[in-house]
């Protein structure tokens, strides 16, 4: 089984920045696709952004130029530097990342817990 651990939220005022942290644990033999979604009250969860085991990222458009998205595979860690965030940006995030399980060689997709960003003055 493998455990994904958000951290990194919190109350910020507009103009301000946050890093989110996802570290997974588990009998993981490799971790591919990395990435973070948000759901707003009311709202569908979206894509923020991913970043493949290559490096290869993408960004939804409303963040493009403020967040960057960054992994240490030493660590199975993938995180989410927010800077120029804005009261829209408010949502709860989650981690979600495509694991390759060593028990069954089989991939699997699993999803943290997530955690609260609230951008407020």
């Known amino acids: 089984q493998v455990q994904l651990v958000e951290s990194g939220g919190g109350l910020v005022q507009p103009g301000g920045s946050l890093r989110l942290s996802c570290a997974a644990s588990g009998s993981i033999v490799d971790i591919y696709t990395m990435g973070w979604y948000r759901q707003a009250p009311g709202k569908q969860r979206d894509l923020v952004a991913s970043i493949t085991r290559e490096d290869s990222v993408n960004y939804a458009d409303s963040v493009k130029g403020r967040f960057t998205i960054s992994r240490d595979n030493a660590k199975n860690t993938v995180y989410l530097q927010m800077n120029s965030l804005k009261p829209e940006d408010t949502a709860v995030y989650y981690c979600?990342?495509?694991?390759?399980?060593?028990?069954?060689?089989?991939?699997?997709?699993?999803w943290g817990q997530g955690t609260q960003v609230t951008v407020s003055s």
């Open positions: 979600n990342t495509n694991v390759e399980l060593r028990a069954t060689r089989a991939i699997y997709n699993y």
